[in-house]
């Protein structure tokens, strides 16, 4: 028995609406509604390893501002986003901050990093 899984492909403003079709042991078999081939990979990935890239703010001591906007440096797997969260959130970092400055390495053991999305200068 086959079953059916619909959802919008995100890899571009497009934004078409993607079906899927997986076999009984969960394998995808067919993808339609893609324009193209990003938009099989991204389904496929959806359906196995659905992943997300991950952003927030980190609160920082001495700096110009009282936080800095971070972000996952590759997408992270959807279902360590909470964990992320939780980690990202207890962390505090000294300025000065250079934008791409890895501030978590292999966060939640997720091989991604959380590195800095800007610039941010110490008092
Ligand atoms: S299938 Fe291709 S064209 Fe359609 S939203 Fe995805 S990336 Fe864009």
Redesign the pocket.
């Known amino acids: 028995m086959t079953s059916e899984r619909k959802f919008i492909?995100v890899?571009?403003p497009?934004?078409?609406g993607l079906t899927v079709t997986l076999d009984d042991s969960g394998e995808v078999t067919k993808v339609e509604g893609?324009?193209?081939a990003?938009?099989e990979s991204?389904a496929r990935s959806e359906v196995k390893d659905p992943r997300r890239v991950f952003a927030s703010t980190v609160r920082v001591r001495g700096g110009k501002l009282p936080v800095c906007p971070v972000r996952s440096k590759t997408p992270a797997p959807k279902g360590k986003l909470f964990d992320i969260t939780r980690a990202v959130a207890s962390l505090e970092v000294e300025a000065p901050i250079k934008i791409g400055q890895v501030l978590i390495h292999n966060v939640c053991g997720t091989d991604t990093d959380i590195v800095a999305s800007r610039d941010l200068e110490a008092v």
């Open positions: 492909c890899s571009c497009l934004g078409c893609n324009t193209c990003r938009g991204y």
